[in-house]
């Protein structure tokens, strides 16, 4: 199996986490980080309500983009569009895990 796509999944924790900062974190993610070259799949989204032992809580918005190569990934990561998004959201962070990941 031939692994050549890139997986980028981030998920942030909120210090404000109104109903209002999670809504407008997601319209920022499809703002700023949709359409950039090289993405096969994106999406973001707030917490699901699932109650199972195995589920990791501790976030309020996860982003899941997958890229068609790292080469790509690594363009996105210093894309101006990119860049505002972070200027522009980060200050609400509390806590942002990022897992990249080589997908098939």
């Known amino acids: 199996m031939s692994l050549s ?3 980028h999944m981030v998920y942030f ?10 809504d407008a974190l997601i319209a920022g993610c499809d703002e700023f980080l949709t359409d950039h070259p ?3 799949l994106y ?3 707030k917490l699901a309500d699932t109650t199972r032992p195995v589920n990791d809580r501790g976030f309020h918005v996860a982003l899941h ?3 068609d190569s790292r080469e790509a990934h690594d ?3 210093v894309a ?4 505002a998004f972070i200027a522009k959201f980060k200050d609400n962070w509390e806590r942002v895990r990022v897992f990249d ?4």
């Open 5 to 7: 796509r890139f997986g």
């Open 13 to 22: 924790t909120l210090k404000d986490s109104s109903d209002e900062a999670i």
């Open 38 to 40: 090289g993405t096969v």
């Open 43 to 45: 999406s973001s989204g």
């Open 65 to 67: 983009i997958v890229f």
């Open 75 to 77: 363009a996105y990561q």
């Open 80 to 83: 101006p569009r990119h860049d």
């Open 101 to 104: 990941s080589d997908v098939s």
